[in-house]
């Protein structure tokens, strides 16, 4: 069980290295997120000195839709650094558990 742990903390530590961006966040989720960012920018330059109902309307759709694709990201991003935290720690308990049930078994020396 010790290698198993040892493995979980290597894997955990090169986490970033082994699993691909794409794994949380998908090509077209980038296409999407970018359509969204430049949504918002023309929304926002159409609007002119004094914004019509209907362009103010539309920039705060804009506005809305963006805010929920980059909280997506925010949250891929999150999660592919946690995960290899989480690799890491799962694998420091399981390495500490064997340490300490040896210990307990092998008596005193």
């Known amino acids: ?3 198993v742990g040892l493995i979980l903390v290597l894997v955990g530590a090169g986490w970033k290295s082994i ?3 794409t794994m949380y966040w998908s090509e077209d ?7 969204a960012f430049a949504a918002v920018h023309a929304a ?3 609007g002119g000195r004094v914004p019509s109902a ?23 991003r999150t999660l ?10 799962a694998g420091m308990a399981i390495m500490l558990a064997t340490i300490a ?5 092998a008596g005193p020396a």
Do not use: C, N, W
């Open 1 to 3: 069980m010790f290698v």
């Open 101 to 105: 049930v040896y210990k307990y078994f």
């Open 54 to 76: 209907e362009a103010a309307h539309q920039f705060t759709d804009a506005q809305q839709r963006f805010a929920e694709i980059k909280s997506d990201l925010e949250h891929a």
């Open 19 to 21: 699993a691909p961006p």
């Open 29 to 35: 989720q980038s296409r999407e997120y970018t359509k």
């Open 80 to 89: 592919r650094d946690r995960t290899g935290t989480y690799f890491g720690a």
């Open 44 to 46: 926002e330059d159409s």
